[in-house]
């Protein structure tokens, strides 16, 4: 997840009694709007939430259509906990300090706790275009690594198109909670769209997860047929980065495929350095079909003048590249 802004995200948040991964709370509430400055584009209409609590942070499930699979449900943090979330992001180290005796988790990072609109193109397209090219119709024999899961919708739709095996990362642990939640708990008993509960319980298995930062080089990335990423490039170094990564997988035999919603300030480096590191390649993004994401977001998650997100869903053209190993070879 992003490094956003250069704040200092301090890797803690309270972990609450009998909140662990094995014991969880599920209930369901009213929805409500917030009109506080800090809470963006909630919708106006009233719904009904179904919230979680993961390892204290609570979650409302938000479901996502997604092409040849039909719904998956995802974990986003709640108006509160985004808030929460920002606090111990920026608190000062003479802050944080009084909560030394309290029992922590070593994760501080908001972005990866709300969905980002990349992450439904890059799982549409990995469902239709590429699935096509295969025999089977599907990405069955396929191991697959997300770069930056965030809510892990891309992971899901992967394990749920049929991977044999997918790799979800993240550099802090919040997302990666997340998605082991929502493939235990919210996404194994649906037997909506087209896969039935028993095939959706079968291929959800397929997923592991893992700490990786694709800005520390000396740690390789594991091995894959498809490496994927969505929404990761927030700053020049982490575009930098994956640009790096995008040819160390090219090299290890991975195709890369990469999306990026709008306005994403990382783009341009990620650009610069790809065309730098591989000047044969054609290493421009195509734009294709995506959409806007809803509900609340932190306004220093999400600025007030972001394309991103809006009070419903809506069309939004979104970056996305596709490498090819054998294009790379020079």
């Known amino acids: 997840m992003p490094r956003f802004m250069h704040l200092v995200f301090i890797q803690a948040i309270f972990l609450r009694k009998n909140t662990s991964l094995g014991f969880v709370s599920r209930q ?43 719904g998956i449900k995802i974990l986003e943090a709640t108006a509160e906990s985004q808030d929460e979330l920002v606090e111990i992001a920026c608190a ?31 799982s549409d397209y990995l469902t239709t ?27 899901l739709s992967a394990a749920l198109g049929g991977a044999t095996r997918v790799i979800a990362t993240d550099y802090e642990e919040i997302p990666l909670r997340l998605l082991e939640y929502a493939v235990e708990h919210v996404n194994c008993d649906d037997g909506n769209g087209e896969i039935d509960r028993d095939a959706r319980r079968l291929r959800l298995a397929s997923i592991e997860t893992g700490i990786f930062d694709i800005c520390k080089h000396d740690v390789p990335l594991p091995k894959a047929d498809i490496v994927i990423a969505a929404d990761i490039m927030y700053e020049p170094m982490t575009g930098i980065a994956t640009a790096i990564r995008a040819v160390e997988a090219l090299n290890a035999g991975s195709r890369v495929i990469i999306g990026c919603s709008p306005g994403r300030p990382g783009r341009p480096y990620f650009t610069d350095k790809l065309k730098q590191l591989l000047p044969n390649v054609n290493t421009e993004f ?18 007030e003048n972001s394309h991103s997100v809006s009070a419903e869903p809506k069309p939004l053209n979104v970056a996305l590249i596709d490498l090819k190993p054998e294009q790379s070879l020079f």
Request: with cysteine.
């Open 286 to 303: 195509r734009e294709v079909e995506g959409r806007t994401c809803s509900g609340p977001r932190n306004e220093l998650i999400c600025g």
């Open 28 to 70: 369901i509430f009213q929805q409500r709007t917030f009109f506080a400055s800090s809470k963006l584009y909630q919708s106006a209409t009233t719904e009904v939430d179904i919230l979680h609590t993961v390892n204290g942070i609570i979650c409302r499930e938000v479901n996502i259509d997604i092409k040849k699979i039909g």
């Open 129 to 155: 275009i590429v699935s096509e090219e295969f025999p089977s119709r599907s990405l069955k024999g396929l191991t697959i690594l997300e770069l930056g899961t965030g809510t892990g919708l891309c992971a």
């Open 92 to 122: 000062t180290e003479e802050e944080i300090a009084q909560f030394q005796n309290e029992p922590l988790i070593k994760s501080g990072d908001p972005y990866g706790a709300v969905l980002w609109p990349a992450a439904s193109a890059v």
